[in-house]
């Protein structure tokens, strides 16, 4: 056997997405474990092609404690048809196995979070190499890119569709925030720029238009936020000309968050009693939680109060909360 034809196993792909039709397959990557010595990792991939046009993904799964997002695209790989569509749509329902295997925001194998390690290493970690994969098979090919994420295990967001600011590129921030408005989701938002190894960041960086949903929190599942998610993304679907239906208008309350103000971090450890929940309007002085010494009926609570006016957008989900951690972000509430 001539040396040139042994090759080590490398990542593959059941799927193509320049063929015409309807292709549910996977992503694969070789995953040797104790139990399996030839054992590969799966990522499910549904592709639908019909003909020219925009090419756009959507993505949810990053981490393993975030369900609202898996299920809706589940959903819409089974009710979305190859006459249905202009163009090319890629779903990928559940981006890290390794996470979803453990129910857990960190991959189990290697403790890493999927959303730092974009565009991954195809030598790195395993985490890192999924990220590689998905990011240079899937994500580069795209026109648009929209991530469903929520607050896994320990945060709840009220459901908004978002867009990070970026001053360095207008007319792409611009064109991203035409399609927040046209997701339709109760609230809409201007986040603070992308954190570096994030999906969104690595996205910005090759010039991809980007939304980020982020839909409910504490490692359940809501069935208003799945509605939200399966008609906001039908709505860019056909404000890009992939989805030949009609739009559903929907209002939204348009929300910032530029500051790291906006955050309200607790300064002691204690059993946390929200006072405002996700979605609730605060006004400055507002209690927006309390923390009670639990080893002592006579210490007297901390009260956190709101500094501004606003829109409680996420909040702590654990009845009990460290110091340093976030209870709340309280984001200002704009005109468009």
Avoid: W
């Amino acid at each position: 056997m001539k040396a040139s034809t042994l090759q080590p196993r490398q990542p593959g792909s059941t799927i193509d997405i320049s063929v015409e039709g309807k292709q549910h397959g996977y992503l694969t990557l070789p995953c040797p474990s104790t139990r399996s010595a030839f054992g590969s990792m799966q990522i499910p991939v549904c592709v639908i092609r019909n003909g020219d046009g925009p090419v756009v993904a959507l993505l949810a799964g990053a981490r393993g404690d975030e369900y609202d997002g898996q299920i809706s695209l589940h959903n819409l790989a089974s009710s979305i048809q190859v006459e249905d569509i202009s163009g090319c749509l890629i779903i990928v329902p559940m981006m890290n196995p390794l996470a979803t295997g453990c129910h857990a925001r960190l991959s189990a194998v290697d403790s890493k979070d999927l959303d730092e390690c974009f565009p991954g290493s195809e030598s790195g970690s395993p985490t890192e190499q999924i990220a590689a994969h998905l990011f240079n098979t899937l994500v580069k090919p795209a026109d648009l890119i929209i991530e469903i994420q929520s607050g896994g295990s320990s945060t709840l967001f009220t459901s908004l569709a978002a867009v990070h600011i970026d001053t360095l590129n207008e007319p792409l921030q611009e064109r991203a925030e035409h399609h927040m408005i046209a997701f339709g989701a109760p609230y809409s938002a201007r986040l603070l720029p992308c954190q570096s190894g994030s999906l969104a960041a690595s996205v910005q960086h090759v010039q991809k238009e980007f939304l980020a949903v982020r839909l409910g929190g504490g490692g359940g599942v809501n069935t208003q936020n799945m509605e939200i998610a399966r008609t906001g993304c039908r709505n860019v679907l056909v404000q890009m000309g992939v989805l030949r239906q009609e739009l559903t208008l929907r209002s939204t309350r348009m929300l910032e968050v530029t500051s790291e103000k906006n955050h309200v971090i607790a300064p002691c450890s204690g059993l946390l009693e929200i006072c405002k929940d996700a979605g609730d309007d605060v006004y400055m002085g507002s209690p927006i939680a309390r923390i009670i010494q639990p080893g002592s009926t006579g210490a007297n609570a901390v009260t956190l109060k709101a500094d501004r006016n606003g829109i409680i957008m996420a909040r702590h989900h654990s009845g009990f909360i460290d110091q340093g951690d976030c209870v709340a972000i309280v984001a200002d509430e704009v005109q468009r």
